[in-house]
């Protein structure tokens, strides 16, 4: 009998797929991190997974992504003025929680 040949089967092989359905604004985003990340569509949700991850678990990460849904809301919304901001109130609860584990 012959020795098997080809690629060595991957110990954690990527066999499940799933379809999503993007707006134009999302497609331009995922793009840009495709682009800007030099890597695949697939990498950048594999990615936007793992932040989900640390999410769900942690209380400081689960501000920072509510303050990014904020963001996209006013973005959505053409609420530019409340942007800046949100972006402004993130810094300092940020600042203030990296002070306190300074402590």
Do not use: H
């Amino acid at each position: 009998m012959s020795p098997r040949t080809g690629r060595p089967p991957l110990e954690n092989p990527k066999s499940d797929r799933i379809t999503i359905r993007l707006t134009e604004y999302e497609q331009k985003v995922l793009s840009e991190c495709r682009n800007q990340f030099g890597t695949s569509n697939a990498e950048i949700m594999r990615m936007g997974l793992s932040i989900m991850e640390v999410a769900k678990d942690s209380p400081e990460a689960r501000q920072l992504f509510d303050a990014i849904v904020l963001l996209n809301e006013f973005i959505s919304n053409d609420r530019k003025d409340l942007v800046q901001k949100q972006i402004n109130q993130v810094k300092n609860n940020f600042v203030w929680y990296l002070e306190s584990l300074e402590k």
